[in-house]
């Protein structure tokens, strides 16, 4: 192996240790890190401890699990400002969340994963949906997930959930392919996903997928979705909501040139 090819390595493992680190309050042992990674324990650590020094990651002295550190959500942070989000996406999603009352949560798509980056939250009474942003997107059990994934060609669909699978979130969860791709041709007809407790229990949600440009062709750039309790969201109010989410979706289309100098979102 060459020494480049040996540094592209480490990184690769260290950028895994941080996504397995990130949503652990708790944080890890060495040894959950190397089980879950199929990796040797001498090399968990060594790599730890190198994000330990860069401050990334920190060991808890009693525990001795190790935590991901803030320096990892500052990073987030700065990109988030660097996109200029409240200048081009914040107000559309103020606007739809104070038309609903609910939940309203962008998505941007990175590679063949979705992450919400910026919501906006309508509720302010009663039960309140809400979510951490940055947090990954199950694709086969979310309004959003599908939203994006309705984009894409059916091949492209089934590479992705080759890789990912299909785990069951609640008995509402569709785990089956030929089924998700069928609900995905009723997402692509409509213009937009609903579900019904896939997710979470209690929860329903309706989202739209944004195309770059505010086409209706090519894989979407990220998504604009409405979340909350399946007691207030019923099937009859998600598609009342449906058309709101759309136009809102089209709008931030218009508004994604900050994505067409930089970094291309769009699945390869």
Not at 42 to 52: D, N, P, W
Not at 135 to 159: C, I, P
Not at 166 to 180: F, G, K, R, S, Y
Request: without cysteine; glycine residues 8%.
């Amino acid at each position: 192996m060459s020494n480049n090819s040996g540094h592209g390595q480490a990184v690769g493992r260290a950028l895994r240790i941080l996504e397995l680190l990130a949503p652990e309050r708790d944080g890890l042992r060495v040894t959950d890190i190397a089980n879950a990674l199929q990796l040797n324990k001498a090399i968990v650590f060594r790599i730890l401890s190198e994000l330990v020094r860069n401050r990334y990651v920190a060991q808890d002295p009693n525990s001795q699990r190790y935590v991901a550190t803030f320096t990892l959500a500052a990073v987030g942070l700065q990109k988030l400002e660097s996109g200029n989000l409240n200048e081009w996406a914040q107000e559309p999603l103020d606007r739809l969340a104070a038309r609903t009352k609910e939940l309203v949560r962008l998505a941007v798509a990175e590679g063949s994963s979705l992450h919400w980056i910026a919501k906006a939250q309508g509720a302010n009474s009663g039960l309140m949906v809400d979510a951490a942003a940055g947090k990954g997107v199950q694709l086969h059990a979310t309004a959003t997930g599908k939203a994006w994934l309705s984009t894409l060609d059916n091949d492209h669909v089934r590479d992705i959930i080759s890789r990912v699978g299909l785990p069951a979130q609640t008995p509402n969860t569709i785990t089956d392919i030929e089924t998700l791709l069928a609900d995905l041709e009723t997402v692509r007809q409509h213009g937009f996903a609903t579900t019904t407790e896939e997710m979470d229990p209690g929860i329903t949600a309706v989202a739209a997928p944004i195309v770059r440009g505010g086409g209706h062709a090519g894989a979407a750039v990220g998504t604009v979705s409405v979340a909350g309790p399946a007691a207030r969201l019923g099937p009859e109010m998600l598609e009342h909501f449906a058309p709101d989410v759309i136009a809102t979706a089209s709008e931030l289309a218009t508004r994604w040139s900050i994505y067409e100098q930089g970094p291309n979102f769009v699945v390869q």
